[in-house]
Every structure is written in structure tokens, then in C-alpha cells.
């Protein structure tokens, strides 16, 4: 089940001067909820974040601040964060003339050690194939 869809904005710090402030794609899916084939997960709260086009110099991308992010998600949707799932989803993109450059499609999960309810030390693995497939379909649904 979908529990979130759109354009994510996160305060950064360093007041007026808004460091590492930025915007992502963020989707959040609840699998205990849409799982109909019996399959149980430990983290059943799948966090998706895109980056998008930077709309500032200042804005960080989804890499640099994956645990700014997943610490204001957690706590502004209320997740517990042994049960959340961060996962860095790029799409496959092309360039050039004629769109010749391809750039694959990039899907890496994000392991962090949380402490004091923040984000920290991340660990990134590329989701298995059932991972993968679950992904697919999930972002599937949307188009």
C-alpha cells in the first residue's frame, strides 16, 4: 500500500543560509499492507528516494544527505526505524545528440545505524532480485 507519493523537501542547517537543504522524489510503501502473497518482511516500510533537478546550487543531492532524509521521514510519517527500509532508486537515463549515452537504472538499499533517533553510518547493498522485482512493481502501479 502506498502511503506516500511526491516531492519530498527537507530543511537543512545553518539557518538563513538553508545548507543541505534540498527536495527529492520520495515514495513510501507499507508491504505489510499490499502483500497478498504471504511473504513477511522485517522492514515492511519501503522509503524511495529520487533525486530531482537541482533547483539551487545549495541543494544536496539524495546520496549526500540520505540520513537527513531518512531521519525527517521517520519522524515526520511516524516510522519506526527498525521497520523502514531506505532505498536509493535512479532511474535508467540517456544524453547525448541521440540519446545515444545510456546510464543504467541504479537501485541500492541503505542500512543505517540509528542513534538518538537519527540516521547515521550508511552502509549501502544492491537489492536482491526479489528485492528488484518487488521494486519494479511497486513503481509499476504508478504509470
Known amino acids: ?23 527529492c522524489r520520495l515514495r513510501i510503501y507499507d508491504l505489510k499492507k499490499s502483500s497478498r502473497s504471504g511473504i513477511s518482511f522485517l522492514k515492511n516500510v519501503w522509503v524511495v528516494a529520487s ?9 544536496m543531492s539524495v546520496r549526500s544527505c540520505n540520513g537527513h ?3 525527517c ?8 526505524p527498525q521497520r523502514m527500509q531506505f532505498i536509493e532508486y535512479y532511474p535508467r537515463t540517456t544524453y547525448g545528440v541521440r540519446e545515444e549515452n545510456v546510464i543504467p537504472e541504479r537501485m541500492e538499499a541503505v542500512d543505517f ?3 538518538e533517533d537519527r540516521a547515521m553510518r550508511p ?3 544492491p537489492l536482491d532480485p526479489s528485492e528488484q522485482d518487488l ?9
Open 1 to 23: 500500500m502506498e502511503i506516500y507519493n511526491d516531492i519530498f523537501t527537507w530543511e537543512g542547517w545553518g539557518g538563513a543560509f538553508r545548507l543541505g537543504s534540498g527536495h
Open 73 to 80: 521521514v521517520a519522524r515526520e510519517f511516524r516510522i519506526d
Open 51 to 59: 533525486d530531482l533537478p537541482r533547483e539551487r546550487p545549495g541543494d
Open 69 to 71: 532524509i531518512a531521519t
Open 123 to 125: 552502509v549501502y547493498r
Open 113 to 115: 545505524t540509528w542513534h
Open 135 to 143: 521494486l519494479h512493481r511497486l513503481l509499476d502501479k504508478e504509470s
